[in-house]
């Protein structure tokens, strides 16, 4: 069992930076691909960036790439989203999730936290 914690979200001017954590129980969070994913109001959940197990794949959706930046510390169980150059469409619920593969099936959630972008 994987219990993720989201934190790190905000309020932030449109070009501002977050950085988002995700802090995992559980002494298995290595062995996971960790994912971050987004759902605005109204919106499906759409995928922003996944980092493999060992943090040496990254991946990303186009509409972040160059301004988002995924990573992983697995001494401190936590993935991490440093958001760099924000928009106001970037404005969601950002969530974490844990997986055995790329992409998915996903197997644990986060509760999610509002990032959001004022223009």
């Known amino acids: 069992q994987v219990q993720l914690v989201e934190s790190g979200g905000g309020l932030v001017q449109a070009g501002g930076s977050l950085r988002l954590s995700c802090a995992a129980s559980?002494?298995?969070?290595?062995?996971?691909?960790m994912n971050w994913f987004r759902q605005a109001p109204g919106k499906e959940r759409e995928f922003v960036a996944a980092i493999s197990w060992s943090g040496g794949r990254t991946y990303y959706a186009d509409s972040v790439k160059g301004r988002f930046t995924i990573s992983r510390d697995n001494a401190k169980n936590t993935v991490y989203l440093q958001m760099n150059s924000l928009k106001p469409e970037d404005t969601s619920v950002y969530y974490c999730?844990?997986?055995?593969?790329?992409?998915?099936?996903?197997?644990?959630w986060g509760q999610g936290t509002q990032v959001t972008v004022s223009s």
């Open positions: 559980g002494r298995t969070f290595s062995s996971y691909v």
């Open positions: 999730a844990a997986s055995q593969h790329y992409p998915g099936p996903y197997d644990y």
